[in-house]
């Protein structure tokens, strides 16, 4: 758990919970976390979770959680991920909520089984790029309620929800992603306004690209 801290390097470390956090920021900054395998293995934690918490280095971490997303952000600005690897089995894999803006994710490879593999819901002017994401029975990717947004050369892949998914989200770039499902739409706008270029929509049984309610 860091408290108000900066400026600190955690390197190496393997953080296991059962009722916390793997690894807690809040109110932290400047801090570099790297080379870390955490988990929360019940209970109500995440693997690691940032609070309130600005320019931070997130870099090559395995972070699992059952119940909650294996790395969550929440009201958390500036910071880089890259090269981590997110899981959840009932949760989003990585979770950006609550106005997380600013951050950039990329090269990270972010899975869950009943949940999105990667969320950014009511979160705007983040940067996605190039990440591998899947989910069984929800979204790859979802953007709910958030604008602005850039994201680039990912794959968001579902076995029976939509592989990319925005919902009442506008002004987001969409450009050279690949969206597939097995049994929905490979990508899909709801009630969204945004600019698609260059994207590839597949899925087995439903339609490639889904507009509703869309421009």
């Known amino acids: 758990w860091l408290n108000n801290t900066a400026l600190s390097v955690l390197e190496n470390n393997t953080a296991n919970a059962t009722a916390g956090n793997g690894i807690y920021l809040t109110n932290s900054s400047n801090n570099t976390i790297r080379f870390a395998n955490v988990s929360n293995n019940a209970g109500t934690g995440s693997g690691l979770w940032l609070n309130n918490s600005r320019n931070n280095l997130l870099f090559n971490i395995s972070a699992n959680s059952i119940s909650n997303p294996g790395l969550l952000l929440m009201t958390s600005t500036n910071n880089n991920l890259s090269y981590n690897k997110p899981t959840s089995t009932s949760s989003s894999g990585l979770l950006l909520n609550t106005s997380s803006t600013n951050n950039e994710i990329t090269n990270t490879s972010a899975t869950s089984v009943s949940g999105v593999g990667l969320r950014i819901e009511s979160s705007n002017a983040n940067i996605l790029n190039n990440n591998t994401v899947t989910s069984t029975s929800s979204a790859g990717i ?40 097995d049994s929905s739409a490979g990508i899909l706008l709801l009630t969204s306004s945004n600019n698609l270029e260059g994207n590839n929509a597949t899925s087995s049984t439903g339609q490639g690209l889904l507009l509703q309610i869309s421009n």
Do not use: D, M, Y
């Open 142 to 181: 979802e953007l709910l309620a958030s604008n602005n947004n850039n994201v680039t050369n990912n794959l968001g892949v579902s076995t029976s929800g939509v592989g990319i998914r925005l919902e009442n989200s506008n002004s987001n770039n969409l450009t050279q992603n690949k969206g597939t499902s």
